[in-house]
């Protein structure tokens, strides 16, 4: 069984579609084994976007994902990391299919409603930023 970080970010929660998010994960089969809402502080959103905080978007990332508390899932299930990327769709939701979470639910680049790990080292690192070992149920 593999895992997988989400974050349901500030535009997810504001367009209330928190509940379609999950319920794509859940009926693709994933199991919800851990969850949290949190409020991104500069210390998290430096270690968690290290790979991208010296360039000149990253401000705006910053201001964006702190603007409101997310919610933290990892997700478990077969081969749940390339699942969960075929879910969501690519980064880009102006270029994300139509059926994809960031298709149908995205705005743009920034504003696509879900983060997910995208290799299992991303994955392990992400989980334990977010989460304690007690704070996931198996």
Known sequence: MQRSLILLKPDCIRKAIVGQVITRFETAGYSIIGSKIVQLDDSL??????H???????????????SCPV?????????????VRDLI????STVAPKG????????????????ASDSPESALAEINRFFKADQIVI
């Open 100 to 115: 994809t979470i960031r298709g149908d639910m995205g705005t743009d680049r920034m504003k696509n409603v879900v983060h």
């Open 89 to 92: 769709g690519p980064t880009d």
């Open 45 to 50: 959103l430096n270690e968690h976007y290290a």
């Open 52 to 66: 991208v905080s010296d360039l000149p978007f990253f401000p705006e990332i910053a201001e964006f994902m702190s």
């Open 71 to 83: 919610i933290a899932l990892v997700l478990q299930g077969d081969n749940v990391i390339k699942g």
